[in-house]
């Protein structure tokens, strides 16, 4: 499949009772019929790390493609800022959640009877091209490949570091590589559905 680019999502309140427009841009790549022997279904450009801004056009996109409604959201809390609770979506609140021991490279979509879709985030700063390589890659049929091996084909860093912030616990960088804190350690396989 041909990855999925669309232009910049257009920010929505997370308190806006109006869905997102399926057309609104969202830069995705994903496969139609997901292959569990792969560790990610497709892969997600996002233009910043605030999910409130970015996740209603994810939302959007994905439910158009996949002809399913979203549900639940999972993905790293330190990866992203300004993380709301629900997000409203075509009659429903999509809930998210957020964790500190899930792979902060990946996000999870959750449906009501179907397999959740894994995406590789492709942090936001990434140049046009790489991003654009990578969307493509995961298009294609990367069964049995690891996430360090997929973003080693891509040419993207294996892992995001943490940086502490002023509370103390830590914040992803984009461009990955050590700032301060300890980096996160690699996901072993698909992660787990968010509750």
């Keep these: 499949m041909t990855p999925t680019l669309l232009s910049q999502p257009a920010p929505l309140s997370p308190a806006s009772p109006a869905a997102p427009r399926a057309d609104c841009p969202v ?3 994903l496969r139609p019929v997901p292959n569990r022997r792969a560790v990610v279904d ?3 450009w996002p233009s910043s790390r605030d999910a409130a801004a970015e996740l209603p056009g994810l939302i959007a996109a994905v439910d158009r493609l996949l002809d399913r409604a979203t549900l639940r959201i999972g993905l790293h809390g330190d990866a992203w800022q300004n993380i709301p609770r629900r997000i409203p979506a075509r009659g429903r609140q999509v809930r998210i959640g957020w964790f500190r021991h899930t792979d902060p490279r990946v996000i999870t979509l959750s449906f009501a009877a179907d397999e959740p879709v894994v995406l590789l985030i492709i942090p936001s700063g990434t140049a046009a091209g790489t991003a654009e390589a990578t969307l493509k890659l995961t298009a294609q ?3 049995g490949m690891s996430i360090d091996a997929i973003l080693t084909l891509a ?3 294996a892992g995001p570091a943490a940086r502490a912030t002023a509370d ?4 992803w960088e ?3 590589g050590p700032v301060t ?4 350690q690699p996901s072993m396989g698909r992660p787990a559905p968010s509750p």
């Design 27 to 29: 830069r995705l790549s």
């Design 42 to 44: 497709g892969a997600w």
């Design 141 to 143: 049929d990367i069964a």
């Design 155 to 157: 040419h993207l860093p």
């Design 168 to 171: 103390g616990s830590a914040r």
């Design 174 to 176: 984009d461009e990955g």
């Design 181 to 184: 804190g300890q980096a996160a």
